[in-house]
């Protein structure tokens, strides 16, 4: 059975950085590509990027692009989504998300990590 | 970038009823469009990919249809079940990059 278990929520002051995690699992992890989705409180889904853990070939939306760094450690089958100094407008759900069926589409979705930003 | 609009923004039916969403893109995504469907507290669930298929599990009363720039998600009888907010997704591949709409809220009237 494929899942993507996320780590758990979070809440963190301005300035501070911050790594959460996603685990793959049931599924050739180096094999497919794995990304992350923000939505906002109230709001619509976002795609953020994308990495491909075999080769860590990695893609962002541009609105993501210099603001959050997207890796994976292929040994233990983990992604990862980490900013460097989060702000209170980062508050957000984040998912994380397989492209098993290769043709686009979010086939798999990772049960959500609630980050709160706040002082 | 490869923008998706959807419509209605709300759309207000009873269940039995039949629905009809629209998303439609800014430039050609051929088939590679997707239909997910939320839940207030769930993550998103895929119901459709490359425009017509249904993923795993998905009841035969979900419908997908069109290609180019057009794409219509069905849903032929709403169950109460099925009221819930619906996003279209796409995937370009040169740049590899996806988007989605800004979904449609299906609600009971």
């Known amino acids: 059975e494929v899942q993507l278990v996320q780590s758990g929520a979070e809440v963190k002051k301005p300035g501070e950085s911050l790594k959460i995690s996603c685990k793959g699992s049931g599924y050739s992890f180096t094999s497919y590509w794995i990304g992350w989705v923000r939505q906002m409180p109230g709001k619509g889904l976002e795609w953020m990027g994308i990495?491909?853990?075999?080769?860590?070939?990695?893609r962002y939306s541009p609105s993501f692009q210099g603001q959050v760094t997207i890796s994976a450690d292929k040994s233990i089958s983990t992604a990862y989504l980490q900013w460097s100094s989060l702000k209170a407008s980062d508050t957000a759900m984040y998912y994380c998300?397989?492209?098993?069926?290769?043709?686009?589409?979010?086939?798999?979705w990772g049960q959500g990590t609630l980050v709160t930003v706040s002082s | 970038e490869i923008v998706l609009t959807q419509s209605p923004a709300t759309l207000s039916l009873s269940p039995g009823e039949r629905a009809t969403l629209s998303c439609r893109a800014s430039q050609s995504v051929s088939s590679y469009l997707a239909w997910y469907q939320q839940k207030p507290g769930q993550a998103p669930r895929l119901l459709i990919y490359?425009?017509?298929n249904r993923a795993t599990g998905i009841p035969a009363r979900f419908s997908g249809s069109g290609s180019g720039t057009d794409f219509t998600l069905t849903i032929s009888s709403l169950e109460p079940e099925d009221f819930a907010v619906y996003y279209c997704?796409?995937?370009?591949?040169?740049?590899?990059?996806?988007?989605f709409g800004q979904g449609t809220k299906l609600e009971i009237k």
């Open positions: 998300v397989s492209e098993l069926e290769g043709s686009g589409p979010f086939d798999y």
């Open positions: 490359d425009a017509s």
């Open positions: 997704q796409q995937r370009s591949n040169w740049p590899r990059m996806y988007t």
């Open positions: 990495i491909y853990p075999g080769d860590s070939d990695t």
